[in-house]
Every structure is written in structure tokens, then in C-alpha cells.
């Protein structure tokens, strides 16, 4: 499976972005998509994710409300629209999909098979 990650830019807060994260496999009934990030001399975090069969989100407090995973079934596309952003979003933001991700592991990095390349998010103050 490839995972093409899009939509990253540079934005002053309170601003509004949406990335992208297309599959290339559309055998998927199982899986979890999510959406880490890692800031600057941070470790990679959990953002968000979201169960492909029933479309069950989950999301990290620091963007509950602010941040919201959603799909595109005809697409293969998970996408992450994120609002009201703070410079403390700035990161590379990953997208990433687990075969057999289990409910305790969705928020572990271990918990995925599959990555994407990455893109870039900052917010300026």
C-alpha cells in the first residue's frame, strides 16, 4: 500500500488548512487511517484516526473540536481539515494506515504498517 500525503503550506493562525491522504489500495475493509505529526525536536504524536468500516474518528485532546478526520470512499482519500490552527501545529504531518490496528493501539505509531512521505505545516503567529 502507498499513501500519497498533500496539502501542507505555510499560514498564519487562526487559519484553515485541509491535507490529503490518498491509498493506493482500495482492499481495506479493516483498516484504521490516522494522521500523526512531529514537531520541531519533538517526538512523531498522534493527531487523529479513523475506523474505514463505520467511520469511527478519534482525536488527540490538543485538537478535539479544532481538527476533524474524515474519507472519501470513492477516492481512497482520508483528509484532515484543520481549523483554527496555532503555531504550535506547525509539524510534519504523516498519514499512516494500519491493517490490523487494534483500538488500544490507535494512538501508537506501532500501530500502523503503512506510512506516507509527509508534508509540512506552519503556522505563524
Known amino acids: 500500500v502507498q499513501l500519497q500525503a498533500s496539502g501542507g503550506g505555510l499560514l498564519q493562525a487562526g487559519g484553515s488548512l485541509r491535507l490529503s491522504c490518498a491509498a493506493s489500495?482500495?482492499?481495506?475493509?479493516?483498516?484504521?487511517m490516522a494522521w500523526f505529526r512531529q514537531g520541531p525536536g519533538k517526538e512523531r504524536e498522534f493527531v487523529a484516526a479513523l475506523r474505514w468500516n463505520g467511520g469511527h474518528t478519534y482525536y488527540a485532546d490538543s485538537v478535539k473540536g479544532r481538527f476533524t478526520i474524515s474519507r472519501d470512499n470513492a477516492k481512497n482519500t482520508v483528509y484532515l481539515q484543520m481549523n483554527s490552527l496555532k503555531p504550535e501545529d506547525t509539524a510534519v504531518y504523516y498519514c499512516a494506515a494500519g491493517t490490523n490496528t487494534i483500538l488500544s493501539m490507535f494512538q501508537q505509531k506501532e500501530g500502523y504498517n503503512y506510512w506516507g512521505q509527509g508534508t509540512q505545516v506552519t503556522v505563524s503567529s
Open positions: 489500495d482500495r482492499t481495506f475493509s479493516r483498516r484504521v
